[in-house]
């Protein structure tokens, strides 16, 4: 059973535009969530996280908003570079228990 | 600071035989956890330690088992493995243990045979 879904496996945005990325979950005492992006061959990076007490943190171009009574996740990159072409993946955890996470939504960025 | 290092990088093994790889966590990091990702798949939590005790542990059968050390290496093993085995096996260390974000290595790519 799937906690945490990413229904778009891809994305494409053009250079200098915003990219969204989405994320809902199923499990209600989720309270600390996390975004990571992935290039071929390499280990998932950690981008951004947010607690369940605040509905939005932002770190540079990238902004995290939680929406607590939708149960639903989404990730804001403004302006979008070719550099941020990546898979990104999004986690949830209880009180940073075991995390579980979403299957990918695949972005690129055309230049 | 060094990151999350995983050795081996690759492995191909035979079904039946058993593997053991190795994660060493960041410096100061006391927790690690282990998760498999395969095609089509998100990362499948399989287990965590902290301070050498097992905290959590995923829905995967008994051949997966861990460990950790008292210097916060840990190994996992899998013992007779089956086609299915084959996977990307990814180590994270945390300052944890709880609401830290996992800091991933480059994970050791399985081959099964």
């Known amino acids: 059973d799937q906690q945490v879904k990413q229904n778009s496996p891809s994305l494409s945005v053009q250079e200098g535009r915003i990219s969204i990325l989405n994320c809902d979950y199923t499990n209600s005492m989720f309270d600390y969530f996390l975004w990571y992006k992935k290039y071929p061959a390499e280990g998932p990076t950690f981008l951004i996280s947010?607690?369940?007490?605040?509905d939005k943190n932002e770190d540079g171009r990238f902004t995290v908003f939680l929406n607590k009574s939708a149960k639903h996740l989404s990730l804001h990159i403004v302006p979008s570079q070719p550099g941020d072409s990546a898979v990104y993946f999004c986690?949830?955890?209880?009180?940073?228990?075991?995390?579980?996470f979403g299957t990918g939504t695949s972005l690129t960025v055309i230049p | 600071k060094a990151g999350v290092t995983q050795t081996p990088r690759y492995l191909i093994k035979t079904r039946g035989q058993q593997v053991t790889l190795s994660c060493s966590p960041i410096s100061g990091h006391r927790s690690v956890s282990w998760y498999q990702q395969t095609p089509g798949q998100g990362l499948q939590f399989l287990f965590e330690?902290?301070?050498?005790?097992?905290?959590n542990k995923g829905n995967f059968p008994g051949r997966f088992s861990g460990r950790q050390f008292s210097n916060s290496r840990s190994e996992m093993n899998v013992s007779t493995l089956e086609l299915g085995d084959s996977a990307l096996y990814l180590c994270a260390s945390s300052a944890g243990p709880y609401n830290s974000p996992l800091h991933f290595g480059n994970g050791t790519r399985l081959t099964v045979t």
């Open positions: 986690a949830a955890s209880e009180a940073g228990n075991q995390f579980y």
């Open positions: 330690y902290f301070s050498e005790t097992q905290r």
């Open positions: 947010i607690s369940s007490i605040k």
